[in-house]
């Protein structure tokens, strides 16, 4: 568990090394967040990152919530169950 201020790019580091972590070395990553709709921005980023690389990794699954290499290696996405974003946080 990281600590960290918001808004630093620390969260999107995390997620571009370890989508490398599980490009080139034997890796399972999770992303996970504390809202259903972070999680799922959270991966979106992940995506984005394989998308735009200039030499794209070769994909075996890509869905909602898995991203699937043939070496075995995966990204999933994992959320608290039941919890979406809060009236407060909407306001």
Known sequence: MILKPRQKGMTTWIDGDQLLDCI???TNAV???HEKESTQ???RR???FIDHMTI???VAIENKSEISFPNGDLIITLARPGRERSAEATQ
């Open 24 to 26: 080139e070395k034997p």
């Open 31 to 33: 992303v996970i967040s």
């Open 41 to 43: 921005r959270l991966f």
């Open 46 to 48: 992940v995506k984005f």
């Open 56 to 58: 794209k990794p070769v």
